[in-house]
């Protein structure tokens, strides 16, 4: 009888934990256990990458809702749709607000309201380049006497050069037999052209066996030293007088570290002539622009030696410098 | 007593430290994980089972992982380029756009990979062993391949779990995803010890610093940094890479001046060589063909392919309306008239993966010159594209390039390179492309299908961890 009654009791036991089972998998309906999975909302809306057409009015909204089986998509603009994943084409600039419902058969439902912004793509903005005392004034440096070379020496590729007058206005010389120099880097829009103007005055031929030339390099930012960050300076007496960019004569002369090579020749007119040279930035966010005289002989003195060049017999000037993008 | 006590003490030490040596001895006459990687002979080992791990294994068995020798129906076969012959089976889930979790191919690819990705990070946890004139030049390659597969692994699954060490077996990071910017962020600067440690002259078929500067460029590009990207790719243009005059030379004469870097196989040896170059063929593989052409890629190429038309599909031979891949035939054969017969084993062919060449490069640097406006007339990019195009024999003049011009010149040049699926993401345009597709094909999309599901197997095994992408 014991025995039995043993038996019994591990009957008795099987059936209540079978229950709670039964329970456990009853089908989630109405007045029945709470909807463990309810649903969740999540929509990313995504602007038409297509050009014609005002194609940037049209968005797509991808749908990531969670344990959802209806969507109610309200875009903000009266426009409406059930769609899982519905397009819209909205009528005009704006922000608006774009909600979606998703709802479960158990009559749960989840909404999530974002604010989606409309605006046509502004063009890449190609500007125009920040160049500094570029009207060759005299003014301050970082040390020493005022100059109309401020902003514009970098004492690696030649000697300052010389303040003048002349075209009306304070102008830039670059002497007889020295390897006088200007340097300045500046921020450019990559493959983006630019145009380059300036005023130019070679003194009258002195018809010796050594005339001067001027020449224009745009030097490639990806040919400065490594690790070197360039700093647009705002103020003439900020700029560094060496040590940055550009560190050798021979770097510059480099053929893949130019973007445009341009040597202007005596025109025999002693008038400032307005030059234009044009140059395309290449893979380059920023560029150094290295005017220097030459066609002088890299002996006759230790500049001449240090930086192996020297402009030749005659006195330049220069004035007006402008780069603008095309 | 207190001796006997102290006797005891003794005793047992001397037991504890006997029984250890005794119980872990290291073996002497078979190779063991605890002490393999003692020497830098034993750390290039590591470094050749890398390549081992991409070219996957050439055989039939589910176990097995394939890798890159399935990677087309995850890439190819969801795009509208190709998809299955047949319209059956799992295969066919790419071809639909309506891949499962419990697709056995996802399952095998994602496994693959991220065993390759154990093998790079088993290379780098011993880089210690290796002489200092070396060491730089095994990390790159290390880095290199996990960045290689990372790449892949975030375009086709989005946030996905980040290793970057060896990890156990009970180790919750194999399940954590991770975002998709810190997935990027590992793969950039893997990318950059790459291009710093590497030289080129590990041939094509290891990692080189070309290899490292064109896939940086490929992922800058898809995080729209234009000037970076546009400054590795000049960097390998002026490195002595050409395109193929002819263009069928670019996939049958191997190792040419126009392949950067590509999986390589050797024909006939069973452990060395590949079986997709039978799988595309009819009846040649284990299934009756796969990556067969689409109607949309075949109507494309007949109009714009120029003269790689004939080098990129055929006919297929048996089945008229049926249009076959052709740029890996096996070992270059064609399989006679009725395209399936061969005097090899054509399922252990020796036709090298290719996984980037010249042309994407100098397609990659008109994308980068373009950068977000929506055309270019840069003569730096005109110049580019000409080559391209002239190779193919369109020499008409370009003058302007869109970006639906790159795209399709894209697709008409990469054709079944598995490239496809990654260019029009990368162009904003998957959603409209394979939207379209959809409708075409009378297949159902949404942009949940820009992702591959994770591998439900993966996900059981995380008991919850691993978080589904969404849809599936």
């Known amino acids: ?326 | 007593m207190k001796s006997i006590r102290i006797i005891i003490s003794v005793l047992v030490i001397f037991v504890f430290t006997s029984c250890e040596d005794y119980l872990e001895p290291v073996p002497t006459s078979v190779i063991s994980g605890a002490s393999f990687y003692a020497d830098e002979a034993q750390l290039m080992q590591g470094v050749y089972n890398m390549y081992d791990g991409l070219q996957g294994a050439n055989d039939t068995s589910s176990r097995s992982n394939h890798a890159t020798q399935i990677e087309f129906y995850v890439t190819e076969m969801r795009s509208d380029n190709t998809r299955s012959k047949s319209g059956e089976g799992e295969a066919a889930q790419f071809d639909n756009l309506a891949v499962e979790a419990t697709n056995g191919l996802i399952a095998d690819h994602y496994r693959s990979f991220y065993n390759v990705i154990f093998r790079a990070n088993t290379v780098l946890q011993n880089l210690g062993v290796a002489s200092e004139s070396n060491k730089a030049k095994i990390e790159g390659e290390a880095k290199f391949i996990r960045a290689y597969v990372y790449f892949n692994l975030v375009r086709l699954y989005g946030a996905i779990p980040l290793l970057d060490n060896v990890i156990g077996v009970n180790d919750d990071a194999s399940y954590v995803r991770r975002p998709v910017a810190d997935v990027y962020e590992l793969i950039v600067s893997d990318l950059n010890s790459a291009v710093a440690g590497l030289d080129n002259s590990n041939g094509r078929n290891r990692a080189t610093k070309a290899a490292a500067q064109g896939l940086l460029a490929k992922v800058h590009l898809t995080l729209g940094n234009y000037l970076e990207a546009q400054q590795l790719l000049e960097s390998v243009m002026s490195g002595g890479f050409a395109l193929e005059a002819n263009f069928r030379d670019v996939f049958f004469n191997e190792s040419n001046s126009e392949v950067i870097f590509s999986i390589g196989y050797s024909s006939g040896l069973a452990l060395d060589s590949q079986n997709f170059s039978a799988e595309f063929l009819n009846g040649v593989g284990r299934t009756v063909g796969v990556n067969y052409v689409t109607d949309d890629a075949k109507a494309f190429m007949e109009a714009n392919g120029g003269d790689r038309t004939v080098v990129s599909m055929r006919t297929d031979p048996i089945q008229p309306t049926q249009t076959q891949v052709i740029k890996f035939l096996p070992d270059g054969f064609d399989g006679g008239s009725d395209g399936k017969t061969f005097d090899f084993d054509a399922r252990l062919a020796g036709n090298d993966w290719i996984v980037l060449r010249y042309a994407d490069i100098l397609l990659m640097h008109v994308e980068a010159i373009m950068g977000s406006s929506s055309e270019t007339n840069a003569a730096a990019a005109l110049a580019s594209f000409q080559q391209v195009r002239d190779r193919a024999g369109l020499t008409d003049a370009v003058s302007s390039i869109s970006k639906d011009d790159l795209l399709a010149e894209r697709r008409a040049e990469l054709a079944f390179e598995n490239q496809r699926l990654y260019d029009i993401i990368r162009f904003g345009k998957g959603i409209d492309i394979l939207g379209a597709y959809a409708v075409a094909i009378g297949a159902n999309f949404t942009s949940n299908d820009l992702l591959l599901p994770f591998p439900q197997i993966e996900i059981g095994l995380s008991k919850g961890l691993l978080e589904q992408n969404p849809g599936y």
């Not at chain 1, 109610?72 to 704006?94: H, L, Q």
């Open chain 1, 1 to 326: 009888m014991k025995n039995i009654f043993n038996i019994s009791m591990v009957a008795l036991l099987v059936l209540v934990s079978a229950c709670d089972d039964f329970d456990k998998y009853e089908l989630p309906e109405a007045n029945s256990i709470p909807d463990a999975t309810p649903p969740q909302a999540l929509f990313t809306a995504i602007q038409s990458e297509e050009v014609d057409n005002d194609g940037w009015k049209d968005f797509y909204f991808s749908n990531g809702s969670i344990s959802a089986t209806t969507y109610a998509w309200d875009f903000g603009d009266g426009n409406t749709s059930s769609d899982y994943e519905p397009r819209n084409k909205f009528s005009e600039e704006g922000t608006y607000t774009v909600s979606l419902t998703a709802s479960d058969n158990n009559g749960l439902s989840n909404t999530l309201t974002k604010k989606v912004l409309v605006e046509e793509p502004p063009a890449p903005p190609v500007t125009d380049p920040v160049l500094i005392n570029t009207v060759f004034d005299k003014l301050g440096k970082s040390s020493g006497s005022d100059c109309t070379c401020a902003g514009w020496i970098n004492r690696s590729l030649g000697t300052q050069g010389e303040s003048s007058t002349g075209n009306g206005s304070d102008v830039m010389k670059f002497d007889n037999n020295e390897p006088d120099h200007i340097y300045q880097e500046f921020e450019v829009t990559p493959n983006a052209n630019y145009q380059i103007e300036v005023e130019v005055s070679f003194k009258a031929n002195a018809g010796k066996s050594n005339p001067s030339s001027l020449e224009f390099r745009v030097l490639a930012g990806t040919g400065y030293d490594t690790g070197y960050t360039p700093t647009y300076y705002t103020e003439t007496t900020a700029f560094p007088q060496d040590g940055y960019g550009y560190s050798s004569v021979a770097q510059t002369e480099v053929e893949a570290n130019n973007l445009m090579t341009k040597v202007l020749n005596n025109p025999d007119d002693t008038s400032y002539i307005k030059y234009i040279l044009n140059f395309n930035s290449g893979a380059n966010n920023s560029v150094a622009l290295f005017v220097r005289g030459i066609g002088g002989l890299a002996t006759g003195s230790s500049d001449n030696e240090r930086y192996g060049y020297s402009s030749g017999d005659e006195e330049i000037r220069i004035d007006n410098l402008v780069i603008t993008a095309l």
